[in-house]
């Protein structure tokens, strides 16, 4: 039971740590599909004279979009291969061709239903297609340009974000399953000793009936009887102390005793059968070793149950613990993904603001996305807030250093750390909780200045002259195209491309150290109490039980073989004891008596 307890733990703790991953990695997805997405646009808008092709590069961007496709390819291999248990409508969604995906043919959109994993692919086949392309060839009318840039912002997009959905709902299901699951071990455990209990006491009981049932024959043997035996046993003792030369002596006595006359009543007695005396003599202390054993036995069994209280006290924790991270867990891993997305959609409507997003307009979704953001963010901080006391060390000094101090040595492995000091006005340096806010502030202020060219066709131009560039002949177009060229868009690009990015997956990987050396912590106790538990079982056993057991068989044939003193005349006439003899010799099957 004990070894079962033991393993299934292990497993149970395993499989949540699994699911916790799969949340992870699913919203990584979201972020390189992302980051792909925004690589093809700004080749596109690259090749209408937007943007030039020195910073970011040209190849720079290439080679972004082709890392962010490996690892979907990667991530999704390992979505693909997990066996986690999944519910049924996460299944279908994963394995059914449910999730439409539109292509543009001849100046027409079409759909067809793919699978998740099979849409992916599709995903992944066309933004190869773009990348390897010319750059002149990058137009919003190629068709794979269109392929990407539609199918992410549309049903593609809300199956993933579905999908990711789905493993947090599955975490939160299998944590409360796993409560069932302990609480069931613990059950059984008590069931098990309660068992052990109704089958052993029994047996004991039994033995030391039988053992009292052989002493109380002693009680039945008249006291003058017992007198001669013990002058008999004198006699003999003396015999050998003596020698042989009373030997003589000696077998008189016997032969006396034998016909009866080791009394003035020996005639009497001779007569007739010992009757046993009118009120028998009752033993002394006769339960105290055998309440003094039960109370040891009982003492075992509430050890072997206390080990498994605290193992059921220790997973209860654990898994109230997890369930109350999940929140946080989904939030940071989401973080990097959806402010892609804000970025992207918003960047989309300044393109072309009737390009469907979400089945709506992408004002529409670009004004809400804001809101939700900000919302995010709270949301990211106050669950952190309530799960601090839950937290590991590592995770709470790596959020604190992020968050609210320096993050800057994240970064040392792609910039310098000047240029993160220096970046939006040293905003990152004082901790990406302030670099964030400024980065939805210059999010807003696009949006602002976009909801403003749109409508006036008059307006000029406020942003700087020297980035201004004209693309076409339509100034209200020219004017909101430049958006996309002022300083705060670029400094979104580089906020999302890089420090956001590495801010969070950085968390999210402390997060999961630090929940998984949690898990460990709790196994390595568990272990050590159950090497403990095994440990005492084999003292007690060998120190206890087996002599109790070597004790007891000891007594009952040393009990039984005590009948073997008393001559077969006193037998014979004790009723008691040829009554118990005769049962003992039919339950034993023994012949010829």
Request: glycine letters at 4%; charged letters at 20%; a neutral charge.
């Given at each position: 039971m004990c070894i079962r307890d033991s393993f299934m733990t292990i497993s149970e703790f395993n499989d949540i740590l699994d699911n916790a991953n799969l949340v992870t990695l699913s919203n990584n997805i979201i972020a390189e599909l992302m980051n792909v997405q925004g690589g093809i646009r700004d080749l596109t808008l690259m090749n209408i004279g937007v943007y030039n092709t020195s910073y970011p590069s040209e190849a720079d961007i290439r080679s972004s979009i082709a890392l962010s496709l490996n690892e979907v390819q990667n991530t999704q291999r390992t979505l693909q291969l997990s066996s986690m248990d999944i519910f049924d409508e996460h299944s279908r969604l994963l394995n059914t061709k449910s999730v439409p995906i539109y292509i543009l043919q001849g100046g027409t959109i079409t759909s067809q239903e793919f699978t998740l994993y099979e849409a992916t692919q599709q995903i992944i086949s066309k933004a190869f297609n773009v990348r390897n392309a010319n750059l002149s060839n990058i137009t919003w009318t190629n068709s794979d340009v269109h392929f990407v840039e539609y199918n992410l912002f549309n049903d593609f997009y809300t199956a993933l974000r579905k999908s990711s959905d789905y493993y947090v709902l599955e975490l939160v299901n299998r944590s409360t399953q796993k409560k069932n699951v302990f609480l069931i071990l613990l059950i059984v455990s008590a069931v098990a000793l309660v068992l052990t209990v109704i089958v052993l006491f029994p047996v004991l009981h039994s033995v030391n009936k039988t053992k009292e049932e052989v002493l109380s024959l002693f009680l039945d043997i008249p006291e003058k009887t017992v007198k001669g035996l013990y002058?008999?046993?004198?006699?003999?003792?003396?015999?050998?102390?003596?020698?042989?030369?009373?030997?003589?002596?000696?077998?008189?006595?016997?032969?006396?005793?034998?016909?009866?006359?080791?009394?003035?009543?020996?005639?009497?007695?001779?007569?007739?059968?010992?009757?046993?005396?009118?009120?028998?003599?009752?033993?002394?202390?006769?339960?105290?070793?055998?309440?003094?054993?039960?109370?040891?036995?009982?003492?075992?069994?509430?050890?072997?149950?206390?080990?498994?209280?605290?193992?059921?006290?220790?997973?209860?924790?654990l898994l109230s613990n997890v369930k109350q991270l999940v929140t946080e867990l989904n939030t940071t891993s989401m973080a990097e993904g959806?402010?892609?997305?804000?970025?992207?959609?918003?960047?989309?409507?300044?393109?072309?603001?009737?390009?469907?997003?979400?089945?709506?307009?992408?004002?529409?979704?670009?004004?809400?996305?804001?809101?939700?953001?900000?919302?995010?963010?709270?949301?990211?901080?106050?669950?952190?807030?309530?799960?601090?006391?839950?937290?590991?060390?590592?995770?709470?000094?790596?959020?604190?250093?992020?968050?609210?101090?320096?993050?800057?040595?994240?970064?040392?492995?792609?910039?310098?750390?000047?240029?993160?000091?220096?970046?939006?006005?040293?905003?990152?340096?004082?901790?990406?909780?302030?670099?964030?806010?400024?980065?939805?502030?210059?999010?807003?202020?696009?949006?602002?200045?976009?909801?403003?060219?749109?409508?006036?066709?008059?307006?000029?131009?406020?942003?700087?002259?020297?980035?201004?560039?004209?693309?076409?002949?339509?100034?209200?177009?020219?004017?909101?195209?430049?958006?996309?060229?002022?300083?705060?868009?670029?400094?979104?690009?580089?906020?999302?491309?890089?420090?956001?990015?590495?801010?969070?997956?950085?968390?999210?990987?402390?997060?999961?150290?630090?929940?998984?050396?949690?898990?460990?912590?709790?196994?390595?106790l568990r272990l050590a109490l159950y090497i403990v538990l095994n440990i005492a079982l084999i003292l007690l056993y060998f120190v206890a039980w087996l002599p109790i057991v070597s004790r007891l068989n000891k007594n009952i044939w040393r009990t039984k073989s005590m009948l073997t003193m008393i001559p077969l005349n006193v037998v014979a006439k004790i009723r008691s004891v040829r009554v118990y003899l005769r049962k003992f010799i039919s339950e034993k099957n023994i012949t010829n008596y």
């Amino acid at each position: 039971m004990c070894i079962r307890d033991s393993f299934m733990t292990i497993s149970e703790f395993n499989d949540i740590l699994d699911n916790a991953n799969l949340v992870t990695l699913s919203n990584n997805i979201i972020a390189e599909l992302m980051n792909v997405q925004g690589g093809i646009r700004d080749l596109t808008l690259m090749n209408i004279g937007v943007y030039n092709t020195s910073y970011p590069s040209e190849a720079d961007i290439r080679s972004s979009i082709a890392l962010s496709l490996n690892e979907v390819q990667n991530t999704q291999r390992t979505l693909q291969l997990s066996s986690m248990d999944i519910f049924d409508e996460h299944s279908r969604l994963l394995n059914t061709k449910s999730v439409p995906i539109y292509i543009l043919q001849g100046g027409t959109i079409t759909s067809q239903e793919f699978t998740l994993y099979e849409a992916t692919q599709q995903i992944i086949s066309k933004a190869f297609n773009v990348r390897n392309a010319n750059l002149s060839n990058i137009t919003w009318t190629n068709s794979d340009v269109h392929f990407v840039e539609y199918n992410l912002f549309n049903d593609f997009y809300t199956a993933l974000r579905k999908s990711s959905d789905y493993y947090v709902l599955e975490l939160v299901n299998r944590s409360t399953q796993k409560k069932n699951v302990f609480l069931i071990l613990l059950i059984v455990s008590a069931v098990a000793l309660v068992l052990t209990v109704i089958v052993l006491f029994p047996v004991l009981h039994s033995v030391n009936k039988t053992k009292e049932e052989v002493l109380s024959l002693f009680l039945d043997i008249p006291e003058k009887t017992v007198k001669g035996l013990y002058t008999r046993c004198e006699n003999f003792i003396s015999t050998l102390q003596v020698g042989e030369d009373e030997d003589m002596m000696s077998d008189v006595d016997d032969e006396s005793f034998e016909k009866g006359g080791h009394g003035a009543d020996a005639d009497e007695d001779s007569a007739s059968e010992y009757q046993p005396r009118k009120k028998r003599k009752k033993f002394k202390n006769s339960g105290k070793s055998q309440r003094r054993f039960y109370l040891n036995f009982f003492a075992v069994i509430v050890f072997v149950e206390g080990y498994f209280i605290i193992n059921y006290n220790s997973s209860q924790g654990l898994l109230s613990n997890v369930k109350q991270l999940v929140t946080e867990l989904n939030t940071t891993s989401m973080a990097e993904g959806f402010s892609a997305f804000v970025n992207n959609v918003e960047r989309q409507l300044i393109i072309d603001p009737k390009f469907p997003v979400l089945g709506t307009t992408s004002l529409s979704v670009a004004t809400a996305n804001i809101q939700n953001i900000y919302t995010l963010d709270s949301t990211i901080h106050q669950e952190h807030s309530i799960n601090v006391q839950i937290h590991s060390d590592l995770y709470k000094n790596t959020f604190n250093q992020i968050m609210m101090l320096n993050p800057c040595y994240v970064f040392l492995a792609n910039i310098s750390n000047d240029q993160c000091i220096a970046f939006a006005d040293s905003a990152v340096y004082q901790g990406m909780a302030v670099g964030l806010t400024r980065h939805f502030e210059n999010l807003r202020y696009l949006l602002t200045q976009y909801t403003t060219y749109s409508a006036d066709a008059r307006a000029n131009f406020t942003g700087p002259r020297d980035n201004f560039r004209t693309i076409t002949t339509d100034n209200q177009r020219n004017n909101i195209l430049n958006i996309l060229r002022l300083p705060q868009a670029f400094e979104i690009s580089s906020m999302q491309a890089l420090y956001i990015k590495l801010a969070f997956r950085a968390l999210l990987n402390d997060f999961r150290r630090g929940l998984n050396d949690d898990f460990n912590a709790k196994l390595t106790l568990r272990l050590a109490l159950y090497i403990v538990l095994n440990i005492a079982l084999i003292l007690l056993y060998f120190v206890a039980w087996l002599p109790i057991v070597s004790r007891l068989n000891k007594n009952i044939w040393r009990t039984k073989s005590m009948l073997t003193m008393i001559p077969l005349n006193v037998v014979a006439k004790i009723r008691s004891v040829r009554v118990y003899l005769r049962k003992f010799i039919s339950e034993k099957n023994i012949t010829n008596y």
